[in-house]
């Protein structure tokens, strides 16, 4: 299982743009992916409900787990950018 903990870049926390960017690249990669607080309780990165209850604020540690490690690199990196300051295509 490939394990990273990133720090989330988002100025609003995983809120529900960011929330929902992630989880459309978990889903996406159709492999299981989880994300969690350290020593919390480990969430569907599928699911951007399910990503906001972690209330993540900016700043905040996350753990990326799952049995893909590309798929690990992906979420963590979109974690730790501010995807509200990216402006739709």
Sequence with gaps: MAT????????????????ALIAQAATAA???????????????????LLIMTLGAKQGDAVVVESDDETLVDQIASLIEQDLDAQQPA
């Design 4 to 19: 990273k903990t990133v720090n989330v870049g988002s100025a609003v926390g995983l809120h529900a743009r960011p929330a």
């Design 30 to 48: 159709g492999t299981a992916v989880t994300l969690a607080k350290p020593d919390g309780t480990p969430v569907d990165a599928g699911s951007a």
